[in-house]
């Protein structure tokens, strides 16, 4: 006999522990199989053997109804008492040249690892598959208290499995916000290996409702891998219009849509963003047609996310941090488009740390920055920050980093500069209206990133509206998110081009007066005319 054909995609790690209170362990196994767990590992750390065996048999009988395999967490007695298809070990487990010594020939063995050796090793000992991870940090008493290998860590593992073929789950910390970044951002750089699906306890086995759960994770990790089975770039967590027109045209045709609708809709844009320019984002939310709110408590957040249009989080001033982990949870959760602004990311080691711990509790529809920003998020080197500024010449192809990082992260991605380049990892625009009066006034980018929050508020809006076909009906966010960041780059910078022409602006005081009148008066016809953009 063969071994079995295993569906790594959505894969349960067990943990009777973690059940909500007069959730029963069975009801929840099998409502979580209804949603679509293709594998369950049955891990009873503190129990003794012979109710290990009792919990392993009757978990394998429900899973037999529904055609799933089941693994045992280590122990090799329990796995053949069982008949169950197989073991997972970790690397303080019984090593795997004596598990596969005592196990029938057509048993699955998994093994933990969280090192390129380590992988190395599996290799070489025969391993069906591996679990990666933790990803990030977790409250799993398995993976607690080890160091998190992030998705690039992951990616790395990837790159040393890709010519063996063993495939590879990740684990740790994962969650739908989180899970679409994690796909693209660990596929590995040169031989484009990528996850075979995930492991995951908390989020399914903590739930109220585990069949809800899992067809959730489930529908991001089949997105993905049909989008990888097809051969194209995996897209990121919006949804592209069937049809639009990729054109110069059909993009400014959009954005003239899109201010139609932002003054129509007046949407409720939430705002946690620095107390330095809370007063000129305010205004400059009215002065397009939508409306601003600026609360920060957790509390406030979460009550107020089902009313929102979108939500931008710029953390400038890093004072909310529990209240943009909220927001951002429950924007996903609502599927309203977040812009998130990472103001000198790359100036402390703080800013570094909050990024990162951000980025792994939510999924943002759009990353707006200046070039030491996102050359921070990107890992690049060629541009330095001071302050919140950047310092020295831009990026050789400031092209190809904007569409590399958003294929890496699962968002578009603006770079905005004396040229502004946006892109979803698979076009690329670029804009180049603006004046250099913006960059004599504080708190013109955020600005930006308020206009681009309001946008795709519109696009989504849009979307809603008109009931469009779209792709990838799964993801997170539905419109056409790469048209709602141009418009926000767009109306900003045009206005700041009309608004520096006029007569009565002497300097940096009589021009923030005078953008904010020509935010408030631009039309989409003098948009359309003024607008400098390319696709690259």
């Known amino acids: 006999m063969s071994k079995p054909d295993i569906d790594y995609s959505l894969y349960l790690v067990t943990g009777r522990e973690l059940l909500p209170p007069g959730k029963d362990y069975y009801e929840s196994l099998e409502e979580s199989l209804k949603g679509g767990v293709t594998l369950v590992q049955v891990r009873e750390k503190d129990t003794d053997t012979g109710e290990f065996i009792e919990v392993a048999q009757k978990t394998k009988e429900v899973c037999d109804k529904y055609g ?35 196990l029938p020939p057509t048993a699955i063995i998994g093994l933990s690892v969280t090192t390129p050796d380590q992988a190395r090793l599996a290799i070489e000992h025969g391993a069906d598959y591996v679990g990666i991870g933790p990803v990030w940090y977790t409250t799993s008493k398995d993976l607690k208290g080890k160091l998190s290998i992030g998705p690039e860590g992951a990616g790395a593992i990837l790159e040393v499995l890709a010519e063996s073929r063993i495939p590879a789950v990740a684990i740790g910390g994962i969650h739908p916000p989180n899970l679409p970044f994690l796909f693209h951002a660990s596929i590995a750089p040169d031989s484009r290996n990528y996850l075979a699906g ?3 306890i908390s989020d399914i086995v903590s739930s109220l409702t585990p069949e809800t759960a899992s067809r959730g994770l489930k529908q ?14 995996p897209k990121a967590v919006f949804a592209t219009e ?12 959009t954005v003239a849509e899109l201010m139609v609708v932002v003054k129509k809709e007046t949407p409720l844009i939430h705002q ?33 996310s089902p009313a929102i249009g979108a939500l931008l989080i710029n953390f400038g001033t890093i004072s909310d941090k529990e209240g943009m982990l909220v927001a951002g949870r429950q924007a996903n959760v609502n599927r309203k488009p977040l812009v998130f602004d990472p103001v000198a990311v790359g100036g402390t080691a703080h800013r570094r740390d909050t990024s990162k711990e951000l980025l792994s509790h939510w999924q943002p529809t759009v990353i707006k920055g200046n070039a030491a920003e996102i050359g921070a998020l990107a890992g690049s080197s060629e541009v330095a920050t001071r302050g919140v500024d950047s310092v020295g010449s831009s990026f050789k192809d400031p092209a190809a980093l904007v569409k590399s990082l958003a294929r890496r992260r699962g968002a578009i991605i603006v770079l905005t500069g004396e040229s502004d380049y946006i892109s979803d ?36 809006l849009s979307h809603l509206a008109t009931k469009q076909v779209f792709e990838g009906e799964s993801m997170l966010v539905q419109g056409d998110m790469l048209a709602g960041a141009l418009a926000g780059v767009l109306v900003m ?7 520096a022409a006029r007569e009565d602006v002497r300097g940096p005081g009589t021009f923030r007066a005078a953008l904010l009148d020509e935010l408030y008066n631009l039309t989409p016809e003098v948009l359309k005319q003024r607008a400098k953009i390319e696709i690259l």
């Open 272 to 304: 946690i963003t620095n107390n330095v320019v809370i007063n000129d984002s305010a205004n400059a939310t009215l002065a397009v047609g939508a409306s601003p709110i600026m609360a920060t408590h957790p509390k406030d957040v979460k009550d107020l």
């Open 198 to 200: 995930i492991a995951v």
């Open 242 to 253: 069937v049809g639009q027109s990729r054109t110069v045209e059909g993009f400014l045709d």
């Open 493 to 499: 910078t045009v206005a700041a081009d009309v608004a």
């Open 220 to 233: 991001v990790i089949d997105s993905f891998l049909r989008s990888r089975s097809a051969t194209k770039q």
């Open 425 to 460: 990892g698979e076009t690329v625009l670029k804009a180049s209206n603006g004046h250099s009066l913006l960059g004599h006034i504080t708190g013109s980018g955020c600005m930006t990133g308020t206009l681009i929050a309001t946008f795709c508020a519109g696009a989504r």
């Open 68 to 102: 799933v395999p089941v693994l045992i967490n280590d122990r090799i007695d329990v796995c053949l008492a069982v008949g169950a298809a197989g073991i997972h070990i970790g690397q303080t487990d019984t090593p795997l040249l004596i598990a596969r010594s005592l």
